[in-house]
């Protein structure tokens, strides 16, 4: 049985459709001003919209700056973001094209042209090539349909990736309160500073960077701070070499110790992760190596995770910058219940982590065989037969 968007094509265009330039078909208009980056505010009336990643980029109030209510296709002319929008709203800085169109539908040209258009990933000017991307123009009633097809797509891909994420969220939510109780202890534990359980506290160190025999074939992993983030280390991005290790304040961190990052980009500083690895660490991580006869690494790695914001804070006040220190994490004190209990939470922990870790792999890949699936199914309904290339 036929689909209603096949009937329409063989009646309506069986020998083809005429493809024209992108340009030969719209208006590009100008907005009657522009919002400055300081003044586009959080919250406001009208939305403001820009060449950036994120649709909205911000809000303003002034209506002075507003283009009317219509349908227009935004270009961004150095960032290739193609955006379709219905609505009011006022243009933020330069670099978009604002497209309109009256002889044709708006979005299913909005449709061809994030079809048809192939970016180039270069921050240049790119509407000189832009404007000459060919559109199929079928008759209005086919141009309909289409884009009723790909709205409803579209609305059921965003609905898939909501229940994804939502399911993410929630599962981790329940994740770290359950982590949260089994880590919560009161006076029926010994609470001991990490010093005490601890065979070392010590920094890390950066070999000279410009000397290229401590680093140009190195075979020992070198971690970064910002590699904390990873929270289980097996491997590093990069390595030095002996005489790197043993000419500069660098050390070789054996593997199962806890590494804490004392200063950081962002929100790095308090994070902690277990190294599965020997290594060495720079100067802006602290490493905890444990005494397994005192202490399940694991277990300190657990704990000092529900910690990441008492680190934060206790660090607030160390310098105008604020950091943390060897001292600071050496007269830390943690519980510690027996060995036995202690292997009992990380096993019931690491399951829980590998559950939230393989729903974390999985979702970004479901994401993406649904974008895929979706943009096959376009230009599929996209590959018009050509009835000629010139008006």
């Not at 929630?170 to 982590?179: A, C, N, S």
């Not at 990490?194 to 075979?219: Q, R």
């Not at 943009?375 to 050509?386: A, G, M, T, V």
């Amino acid at each position: 049985m036929k689909s209603k968007l096949e009937e329409l094509i063989e009646k309506l265009c069986p020998n083809g459709v005429e493809y024209r330039e992108l340009e030969k078909i719209i208006t590009i208009i100008s907005p009657p001003k522009k919002i400055l980056s300081k003044n586009i505010t959080l919250q406001g009336k009208y939305p403001v919209i820009d060449q950036g990643a994120d649709y909205i980029s911000g809000y303003t109030d002034d209506t002075e700056a507003l283009l009317p209510d219509n349908n227009y296709i935004i270009f961004g002319d150095h960032t290739e973001t193609i955006k379709y929008v219905d609505f009011k709203f006022a243009q933020g800085a330069d670099g978009i094209k604002i497209l309109v169109t009256k002889d044709f539908h708006c979005k299913y040209l909005y449709y061809c042209f994030t079809n048809f258009y192939e970016p180039t990933g270069k921050y240049t000017r790119h509407w000189s090539k832009a404007k000459t991307t060919l559109i199929p123009l079928p008759p209005l009633e086919i141009q309909e349909e289409i884009v009723r097809i790909l709205d409803k797509f579209t609305e059921l891909t965003t609905e898939l990736t909501t229940e994804l994420t939502t399911e993410l969220t929630l599962r981790k939510q329940q994740y770290e309160h359950y982590r949260d109780e089994l880590l919560t202890f009161g006076d029926e534990v010994e609470w001991k500073k990490i010093k005490e359980i601890a065979l070392k506290v010590t920094s890390g160190g950066t070999p000279k960077t410009e000397k290229i025999e401590y680093w140009e074939n190195g075979t020992i992993p070198w971690m970064s701070s910002g590699e904390v983030n990873l929270e289980t280390i097996f491997k590093t991005e990069k390595y030095i070499t002996e005489l790197g290790l043993n000419n500069s304040s660098a050390k070789l961190i054996p593997k199962n110790s806890i590494v804490i990052a004392l200063a950081g980009q962002g929100k790095t500083r308090g994070k902690v992760a277990r190294i599965r690895i020997d290594l060495s660490t720079n100067q802006s991580l602290a490493a905890i190596i444990v005494d397994e006869n005192k202490i399940n690494s694991d277990y300190i790695f657990y704990f000092l995770k529900t910690q990441y914001q008492t680190l934060r804070q206790i660090s607030s006040g160390n310098g105008t910058r604020g950091g943390l220190n060897l001292q600071m994490i050496a007269n830390y004190s943690i519980p510690v219940p027996s060995l036995e209990e202690q292997k009992r939470i990380v096993e019931i922990l690491d399951r829980f982590d590998k559950y939230i870790n393989d729903i974390k792999e999985g979702l970004p890949a479901e994401i993406e065989i649904r974008q895929k699936q979706y943009e096959h199914y376009r230009k599929e309904l996209l590959d018009f037969k050509k009835l000629n290339m010139e008006r």
